[in-house]
């Protein structure tokens, strides 16, 4: 089955250890999203790329850094995490333009980050 | 003014009941109209979507848009326990790969 998978599910972290968060796949979709989502809170969108195009939102702090090797794959780099970072990311994905009826977008199963 | 609101309950529902959630936005030129449901620790999960106004029924579930009045909601027919879940209500505008999310309704069935 096409699908978006994350990895690792729960990562755990040290105040300032860089940890990289993973997301690949099957869709074959053109965009890939990063959201940072607290407990209670919407998702919040920090950056997306679009085919090899990065697109940062303007509040994102710039300890978050995101990689688009290739159309399956998307990375988040959290350089320095602190405490305020924990959180659950979610990746998503969308198929845009070329005549998509719609930007449906599809999350993956999203990574509950731990910070101590 | 938030973009997209919804009010964050909780909303409980007897079983059995219809459950109805509302959702408004701001943006006239917004296009497509989504519903995700999450269940607490998960990822969203897509309900439906809508981009004409109008009702859209997929099995239990009927989306509602008007456009007139900035307004899509969500109706749960036969609720069952296992609908509780937090439904989030997004929208984006045409040409704009982004989704505007609102903060979700807490629905709790109670058998």
């Known amino acids: 089955d096409a699908m978006v998978i994350q990895n690792p599910r729960y990562q755990v972290t040290q105040f300032g250890k860089p940890v990289t968060l993973s997301c690949s796949q099957t869709?074959?979709?053109?965009?890939m999203y990063w959201y940072q989502q607290k407990s209670s809170q919407a998702p919040k969108l920090l950056f997306h790329?679009?085919?090899?195009?990065?697109?940062n939102e303007a509040d994102t702090p710039d300890n978050f850094q995101s990689r688009r090797p290739n159309t399956s794959f998307c990375f988040l780099d959290i350089r320095s995490p602190g405490l305020g970072d924990a959180a659950m990311y979610l990746c998503?994905?969308?198929?845009?333009?070329?005549?998509?009826?719609?930007?449906?977008?599809?999350f993956g199963p999203g990574t509950r980050l731990t910070v101590l | 003014q938030k973009e997209v609101e919804q009010n964050s309950g909780p909303l409980s529902v007897p079983e059995g009941a219809i459950a109805s959630l509302n959702c408004t936005y701001s943006?006239?030129?917004?296009?497509?109209f989504f519903w995700y449901r999450q269940y607490s620790g998960k990822s969203p999960e897509l309900i439906m979507f809508?981009?004409?106004?109008g009702d859209k029924e997929d099995g239990r579930f009927t989306a509602q848009l008007n456009k007139a009045s900035q307004y899509v909601s969500l109706l749960i027919r036969d609720s069952q326990p296992s609908d509780s879940a937090t439904y989030l209500c997004?929208?984006?505008?045409?040409?704009?790969?982004?989704?505007?999310f609102g903060t979700g309704t807490r629905l709790t069935i109670i058998p």
């Open positions: 998503a994905t969308s198929r845009v333009g070329s005549g998509a009826s719609t930007d449906t977008q599809y």
């Open positions: 869709l074959n979709h053109n965009v």
């Open positions: 790329y679009y085919d090899k195009d990065f697109n």
């Open positions: 943006d006239r030129g917004s296009q497509s």
């Open positions: 809508i981009y004409s106004n």
């Open positions: 997004a929208v984006n505008m045409a040409g704009n790969e982004k989704l505007t």
